[in-house]
């Protein structure tokens, strides 16, 4: 089996629990939350080796986040606490589906070691799906660096740009920082938008096209699409695989559900592609029936009984 490892942001996430919106909400609910930790859980729920690596609070919120990963038998060996921890205010309506406004904290400032660069190898699958990671500050540095090392040695990497329009104020700039890491990267991760953004296509087939040629030939692209499912296109297969029927009560970490599932299957060595992506579809359609993130990725017992 090979391990995971998940760069980027660790964060709070403030819920409106009104589902009346950040303008209206009076009542928040407070969640541990960030992408690349939300998929280290979800990895680690899913009895995947797998390390965190990220800058949380020296404040009692980045303590916090510390036991939920240790309690998730994250390995946190690789972590530094610096500053205060980065909140996310996120707001839901009546689907469940979400807006953000962010007060940064210390995520951004990650420097990493030579020592967590010491455990990359061609057994490792290294996962770059933070939304704070291409800003600009130390962890794009971090984020560059462990790239590089994982191409060196011949690791995997995938990339989940996780684009959240309220952190990025030069589209262009973080277009063409995306598009780098989609040429270099194993499988790559795209919702909708993103798709649109990055292709400047608004046709689906057109923007995947476009996207596809900027791929290694060997890669895999996903696409998810919500309830639908995913969009899967590789070299092998070019089709949508369904998701099963929920009611939808908070998108807030479904997609990280979706591709931390997806990754503990290539990492415990499935090579079937519709057979992941089922697997990654449940992840995420349980995922979204519950409030929060990390306190609802699913285990494997819960994915088998769905």
């Given at each position: ?6 760069i ?12 009346k ?22 990895c ?9 690596l990220?800058a ?10 510390r ?9 946190v ?6 500053g ?8 839901l ?41 291409l800003?600009?500050?130390e ?6 660096t ?31 920082k ?11 991760k ?27 030939k060997s ?11 995913c969009?899967?296109?590789s ?6 695989v369904p998701?099963?029927?929920?009611t ?7 997609g ?16 079937d ?17 519950h ?15 769905n």
């Amino acid at each position: 089996m090979k391990k995971v490892v998940c760069i980027g942001e660790m964060l709070i996430d403030m819920v409106d629990v009104d589902h009346k919106g950040l303008l209206l909400a009076q009542n928040f609910e407070l969640n541990p939350g960030g992408a690349s930790a939300n998929v280290a859980i979800a990895c680690a729920r899913l009895s995947t080796e797998t390390y965190y690596l990220g800058a949380l609070g020296n404040d009692s919120f980045g303590k916090r986040l510390r036991n939920v990963l240790e309690d998730n038998k994250v390995n946190v060996d690789f972590v530094d606490h610096i500053g205060n921890t980065t909140i996310a205010w996120v707001g839901l309506d009546d689907d469940g589906e979400r807006s953000f406004e962010f007060l940064r904290g210390s995520d951004g400032k990650y420097e990493i070691k030579k020592s967590a660069l010491d455990i990359i190898d061609e057994n490792t699958i290294v996962h770059f799906g933070s939304a704070t990671a291409l800003l600009g500050d130390e962890l794009e540095k971090s984020y560059d660096t462990l790239k590089d090392k994982t191409i060196e040695v011949q690791g995997t990497v995938v990339f989940d740009p996780n684009y959240r329009e309220l952190l990025v104020n030069d589209v262009e700039s973080y277009r063409n920082k995306t598009i780098n890491y989609i040429e270099v990267s194993d499988y790559v991760k795209l919702s909708l938008e993103e798709l649109e953004l990055i292709s400047e296509e608004k046709d689906i087939e057109a923007a995947i096209n476009k996207v596809s040629h900027i791929m290694k030939k060997s890669a895999v692209l996903f696409v998810t699409l919500g309830s639908k499912g995913c969009y899967v296109i590789s070299e092998e297969i070019s089709k949508i695989v369904p998701s099963i029927e929920i009611t939808q009560v908070d998108a807030t970490g479904a997609g990280d559900a979706f591709i931390g599932a997806l990754i503990s299957q290539l990492a415990k060595g499935e090579t079937d592609l519709e057979i992941a992506v089922r697997y990654a579809n449940r992840a995420g359609a349980i995922t979204a029936t519950h409030v929060g993130a990390i306190n609802s990725l699913p285990t494997e017992k819960e994915l088998q009984s769905n």
